[in-house]
């Protein structure tokens, strides 16, 4: 299983910025796709995850209504589209992969990482 992150940069608060995940070694029907964040100092956070049934998507709160997590499953990539982007929003973004259906939130459960990629947003 490899998991790729990859669209991070630099961005002005308010504007939009979209990431994109390259994924190989597994079919999309095995394993649920989620995104996670972790600025300096503060643990990973959950931000979505998209369900290998039905490709059902579920967003923290804290993203709800400006981020969406999709997937393209063509290209083996899934996508966090980011709008109204706030400076909170700055960190690193991983992309991660797990067994489960609908995996917890909490990112020590998840089974696969890929390397993150950052997101800075200035104000």
């Known amino acids: 299983v490899q998991l790729q992150a990859s669209g991070g940069g630099l961005v002005q608060a308010g504007g939009s910025l979209r990431l994109s995940c390259a994924f190989s070694?597994?079919?999309?029907?095995?394993?649920?796709l989620g995104w996670f964040r972790q600025s300096p100092g503060k643990e990973r956070e959950f931000i979505a995850r998209?369900?290998?049934?039905?490709?059902?998507?579920y967003h923290a709160d804290s993203v709800e209504g400006r981020f969406t997590v999709s997937r393209d499953i063509a290209k083996n990539t899934m996508y966090l589209q980011m709008n109204n982007l706030k400076s909170e929003d700055t960190a690193v973004y991983y992309c991660?992969?797990?067994?489960?259906?609908?995996?917890?939130?909490?990112?020590?459960?998840?089974?696969?990482w890929g390397e993150g990629t950052l997101v800075t947003v200035s104000s």
């Open positions: 070694g597994f079919h999309f029907s095995t394993l649920s």
């Open positions: 991660a992969a797990d067994r489960a259906a609908f995996p917890t939130t909490g990112p020590t459960t998840w089974d696969y």
């Open positions: 998209i369900s290998k049934v039905q490709g059902r998507t």
